[in-house]
């Protein structure tokens, strides 16, 4: 597990930034409180891993996905949602994140998404090697 890795988390609610920050708090971590802070954050910095909500105000997490897929196509995604529906999962997937955890989740779910997801890097390296 890539301990130095660039976790960007995106949730526009506190009580989940703060859950998500604690348990990652070995890694460094960023926090947004919703889709447009993180879209001024990734015009300047690339993170090995980005967590966000699918919704929230203003920009929504797709807009925050989409945004940064484009920009950094290795960067790994994962959506947290309390609307964990059929369509939303699939969009989701489509947009190319690489897991879906649906709201509430456990410490142990988060952090297992998050080592899988910094161990498949796609050129082939672990990250932090």
Not at 30 to 41: F, Q, T, V, Y
Not at 59 to 77: H, L, Q, T
């Amino acid at each position: 597990m890539a301990m130095n890795a660039n976790i960007l988390i995106v949730d526009d609610e506190e009580v989940m930034r703060d859950f998500l920050q604690d348990v990652l708090e070995s890694f460094n971590v960023e926090i947004a409180c919703n889709g447009e802070e993180a879209i001024s954050k990734l015009e300047n910095k690339e993170y090995n891993l980005i967590i966000t909500d699918m919704k929230m105000p203003g920009k929504s997490g797709e807009d925050v996905v989409r945004f940064a897929k484009g920009k950094y196509p290795d960067s790994r995604i994962i959506i947290i949602s309390g609307y964990s529906t059929l369509s939303s999962v699939s969009n989701a997937l489509k947009c190319g994140v690489d897991a879906f955890l649906a709201k509430p989740f456990t410490i142990k779910q988060i952090r297992t998404e998050v080592d899988k997801s910094l161990s498949a890097d796609p050129g082939g390296n672990q990250l932090g090697a």
